[in-house]
């Protein structure tokens, strides 16, 4: 119990900061928490720019490789602006009597928040940057269910929209004092907040877009698995920064955060690993890699609640169901979520947050984690979960459909066969990746 | 003047061109491609989507000679290219009516 | 004003640091501004190696690939060798009589200075590493004007001399105590000492050497946009410790430093989009990281002054000039600055110096940043950015050009036409990139 | 003397904690060195995924360059699973009265083990993940020997059972409170831990898997230098936190390990470059970035204890040196040590850790170091740094002929001719690197 | 025998190969080429610096048969690779006069 | 008809296509292949393992034309591709028996 309280204080805090109240006025800014979490922006920066721009890159057809790469760019850009003139505020800021649902514009243009404006323990600058990353690989994401055939113009706008309509709104219910948080959701780093919401909304893109012509009939390998092994392994190493520095602090939470983080991941790669070996008969290096982004995506909401042996635990999960779903959609089901971000991330994040309630237990022996919190339950734990999984799911998913379906009438969202067949980075972007 | 096209596993150009330049055949052009026969490619499989590859990577070998030593150029290539497992590869013999070396405006056979 | 105390006590101290007093005999090394640095320092050189090194190899042909990353690498082994011989002490050094030109050779060797001996907050080995990957990044950006002509031995003298001639006089300055730093120069973390010597020096070297065979009539796209792109992602990551670890110190200084770095670059990246958008039709991948790398370059001395609204303007603001910059240098003056370090870099460096004069003000409303140092009007102020600007241009220019004439009578500094038909990579370093 | 004190109080911290002692009851968690360590695991994770595996990757042919991404990934992800299960205990567990040879299994599971238990200033989480990437890329290091023939079930089982009964002992002898460590060796980060222990295991299995077929006749050129530039930039930038973060804090020793890893890596790298301009006429990347990863190898063991003139003349000795070895092994030899690891990581391991003896010295005027230890004489330091590399490169040796000899009666090692001209990425993982 | 030369758009190859395979003719040699014809580039922007791109990837399909079955092949070939657009491609017939397989030494007609 | 084969460098291309353009000719498939011959290659060095590059890049350019238009094709390839150095390359000429455009189905000198 006494654990608890420290892997849930920073949640806390960060709700209590939402509120005009004076718990921070005595926090002085920590030097060593500063250091670290800007190491953590740095690093959730980094998966998103290179990283997954490269692990996506790759999986595309050559004559798609820039548009991935176009895309990841200008959602960085656009989402950043967006950031600091109201999104922020929005997620973070005070929503007044809406709270539950939704921040306020107090905080608009970082407006009246002073340089050294305390946030915890981190200057507020930091803390918001810090989050910004996370607002940008959440729509990136989303851009492996329509790769290879959505144009780019209105790629750019569902982009705009969903970050307004979808993620800030979500963010604030799970980390900004909105009902979810209230309700006592445990998700450390983003299994509702980034997986779950990306993957849905990837999926339902997906079948909004339609197929790649050609799908499935016409095999469409990865052009460059050595752009999607670099991606790989900085998504990884970023996951650190990702994970454990959802801590807010360089303490013993963000060490553990760092330590199942990685096992999470060794325990995805080797079980995708088997998988394939005993289904296929031989393991491939897409396999491996994908299987580390399942389980690295699953212990995302766990990361701060659970021991070593449950991230061990939670990885191998993640690598069996995340393998199964991925031949379910896209083998059987002949959906279209080209880069498989459904079943990888999005029920990855749904495992995850199912787990969280569960492997935070401090009766599971060697598998046991933080604790629950003072006055739950694991069955009410997992009721809570539960809820936000569905809640978040639903609200992308729905959000999502409308908003294609509405951009669709306005501007179209998906290029032409011609288009499709030449590629879109002549198309789009008059440009080629490789001359050689 | 004769025109031998060769297809041939890409293992062994070395051992061709060695045999080659051992009867003064000094110049030849060779093209990678994909070649299609009985020999059978392989199966790729990407996140369980399978993918088969049909074609296997050949070179084509293209060597102008006099018509008189067209013969023995054959015979060299095939016994330099020969494994005796399928695929080893075809060799074609054509006609070709004039040759220009770009260099000198030399012809025909002066420009092999 | 209280908070410019903040934003400027960096600059004196370092300042301090640099005269024989006993100013830090009682400062203690904080371990977390020491981790802060070191992981800065880290970022800094990834931004060299592989990041510049990938971004400029993606750049030019598939024959010259190596070249690039040769002259990279050779760079940052060469100038870390001189930096501890000497060149550190010019930079840092006490100069005595010469204080306000040039360090003098008392840390020659790094002799005398105590493993744990102090340079503010850090030790001065942090410090010096610090200052390292600066001095290593400088002439690798210069490596993009004269790029895919120059013979690697003329190239490898032109470093060494440049570093000694220009970039150690000028970082002492700018940041050692010399006459711009006194004047009360606002260069955070190198728009001058960084961008514009480089930009200058690019521009000068590109002249001199003359343009590449075939240029403009010829084009030379990219040869692999996939590195390109790699690379830019690294650079804006790495940034993050070239301005935030400029600060020296993990505190609310460094961390809107890299709060506004991070909007600079989004906003330059935007605006490039943009413009090509409308320019051309169709916005392209090499488009948007350029942009993105002018917003870099342009924040840079701003960065540890101006606010996050601050920040978007340059950065909006660098997208638009560097964009026609690069216009009007290689599209109408035919310039052949191969890889557009001028426009980018030096313009981008000028035009930042210039407005961290401005945007540092606190009367802007929203746009208002750290506030002007006690006694400084901004009228004085951008005087005194104009002068730092011009000097260390001219500066950089002016020996650039001496220094490549002196070479070229010396040992020639241009391959043969037939090497560079043929690639430097066989002609120089008998290799090549690829082998697929 | 004074100094020494500090530079070894880490070591000797480490190993009374392995002692079932009260030492660190009164030990506060530092947030500081908590940092500098997570980041420092962020950059050692960094250099073998992407690093290694990119380094490795572009020297193999282009039918084999997934199998070495396969192999490195595989690695990670088993090593880390077995790592909590019992190989953490076995080497930095108490092993009671075996303890000068192995740990024992009591933090199997890391079962135990509170979330804020400290481990000196770190929590413990935090140190064993920071060990944990050094047990992945120790391995991964010896895939380079055997590269492009060894069949992957084989390679899997090697590296199993060569982490068990090579890496775990020798890291308790060294690091654990064994038996190196009692007699006052020093390898501040793994000289012997890590570079002689794969060097001398990749000479050995080049030898028993014997070379691969064309060898030496057959050029084999690397396919694809930029993954390998890309890489040696990663390792290059990852190496601070490998030697960096050996120190177990963000302090002046931190800070000194990296000045003189950078300085030896480019010392190292400006030395080859120069061999081979001297021998070849022309200097290569390839060349210049294997310098580079010999001067970081060398000086891996002393990075603790020299100064920045030792780390330049231990780089200057390691581009020598490792230069010739590579000649010797290769060119008169034949020995198909396919990427090279014996030469530039075992050679410059052992040459290292010997040069260490020396350069620790503080009687060497500007090219002193820490000091030795008190009651040290340089020939009984210069004694136990011979002891120490003889134990470990023949324990190392010994132990990987048996295991491989054993692995190839029991299953066979090698792929068969016709799947090596094939190439291993169809024949053992059906897939390819690149359709483009 | 003759030798069907043919020129196609890169996406056709799939239908002209199991086109051709239900005709009975199952060797073929297949190039990556750069057509340059009627049916133009496109231009592609870099930094400003336009770069007209003027040829179109194409596939050269190389089919050595006898003498009676290259119309047969012709006509399948043409059928196969049409979609009635500018760019389709070409087909050229050249003689062979001898043809041998490299793997039996088998010669001329046995050896397709 | 004859087909016009020319081995070429590969930085002459452009010059080559110009020049047939001002006589007429539009159409024409490049590829990219590996010469032989007295031009020599390069050697490469990877940690002093020796390589030696035999081959050199060029370009093979194939026209097809009506006979009468043969020895204009012929000369203006050789001039516009000559640089007088070694390597230059050659042009070969060879007999087509039929020709047809797939998109119309046009035939022989029509389908040119
Ligand atoms: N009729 C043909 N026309 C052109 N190329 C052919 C023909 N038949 C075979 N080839 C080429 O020869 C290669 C080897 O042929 P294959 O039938 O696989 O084996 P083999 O020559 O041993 O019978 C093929 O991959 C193809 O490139
Ligand atoms: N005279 C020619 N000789 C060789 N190849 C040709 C010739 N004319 C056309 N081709 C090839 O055929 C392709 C298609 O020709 P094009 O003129 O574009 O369209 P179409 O065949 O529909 O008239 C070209 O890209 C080129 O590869
Ligand atoms: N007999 C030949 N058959 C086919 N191609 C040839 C022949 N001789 C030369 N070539 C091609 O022509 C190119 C130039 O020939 P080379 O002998 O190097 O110079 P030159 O043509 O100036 O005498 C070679 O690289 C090769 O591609």
């Known amino acids: ?436 | 003047m004769k025109l031998i096209t060769a297809i041939i596993k890409p293992f062994k150009l070395d051992d061709v061109r060695a045999a080659l330049h051992d009867i003064d055949v000094q110049g030849m052009t060779a093209t990678e491609v994909k070649g299609f026969g009985r020999q059978k490619g392989h199966t790729e499989l990407y996140r369980g989507a399978e993918y088969i590859v049909d074609f296997l990577p050949k070179v084509k070998l293209e060597v102008a000679v006099s018509a008189d030593k067209a013969d023995e150029v054959m015979e060299t290539i095939a016994s330099a290219a020969r494994t005796g497992k399928i695929g080893d590869g075809k060799i074609f013999v054509s006609n070709i009516e004039a040759v220009v070396r770009i260099r000198t405006g030399e012809k025909d056979e002066d420009a092999l």
């Open chain 1, 1 to 436: 119990m006494k654990k608890i309280s420290r892997a849930t204080a920073v949640i806390i805090a960060t709700c209590l900061a939402t509120l005009p109240s004076i718990a921070f006025a005595a926090d002085e800014i920590s030097g060593a928490d500063t250091a670290w979490i800007m190491t953590s922006t740095a690093l959730v920066l980094m998966m998103t720019l290179p990283g997954l721009a490269l692990f996506y890159g790759g999986l595309v057809r050559v004559k798609n490789v820039l548009s991935i790469f176009m895309q990841c760019f200008a959602i960085a850009g656009v989402v950043s602006i967006l950031w600091v003139l109201f999104v922020y505020s929005l997620a973070f800021g005070d929503g007044g009597s809406a709270n539950a649902w939704i921040g306020g514009f107090g905080k608009a243009f970082f407006a009246g928040i002073g340089r050294d404006a305390p946030f915890g323990t981190l200057p507020e600058s930091v803390f918001s940057m810090f989050q910004l990353t996370f607002a940008i690989i959440t729509p990136a994401l989303i851009v492996g269910g329509f790769a290879e055939r959505m144009r780019f113009s209105a790629m750019l706008a569902f982009s705009i929209i969903w970050l307004i309509v979808v993620y800030a709104p979500i963010t604030h219910w799970v980390w900004g004092g909105g009902w979810l948080q209230q309700m006592g959701l445990l998700d450390f780093a983003g299994g509702t907040v980034v997986h779950i919401t990306a993957g849905v909304s990837a999926l339902v893109a997906a079948l909004v877009l339609g197929r790649r012509s050609g799908f499935p009939k016409t095999p469409m390998p990865p052009h460059n698995l050595t752009l999607t092994v670099a991606g790989a392994g900085m998504l990884w190493v970023g996951w650190f920064g990702f994970n454990g520095g959802s801590a807010l602090a360089a303490n013993s939470d963000a060490g553990m955060a760092i330590f199942v983080t990685h096992l999470s991941a060794s325990a995805g790669a080797t079980m995708w690993m088997l998988m394939e070996w005993l289904k296929f008969g031989k393991p491939s290096t897409l396999g491996i890699v994908t299987g580390m982004v399942a389980g690295l995506g699953t212990i995302t909401p766990a990361s701060g609640f659970v021991g070593p042996m449950g991230g061990i635990v939670i990885g191998l999960l993640a690598g069996f169901i995340c393998f199964n779903a991925t031949q379910i959609i896209k083998q059987k089901l002949h959906i279209d979520d080209s880069l498989d971000v459904f079943p990888v991330h999005g029920v990855g994040g749904m495992l995850g947050t199912f787990l969280a309630g569960i492997f935070v237990s401090s009766q599971l022996g060697v598998f046991s984690g933080a604790g629950l919190a003072e006055g739950m339950t694991m069955a009410k734990q997992v009721g809570v979960q539960i809820t936000g999984i569905l809640a978040t799911g639903f609200w992308a998913g729905v959000i999502t459909w409308l908003t294609l379906k509405m951009l669709d009438a306005v501007m179209g969202i998906r290029v032409t066969a011609e288009d499709e067949s030449q590629g879109l980075d002549i198309a789009e972007h008059e440009e080629r990746g490789y001359i050689i």
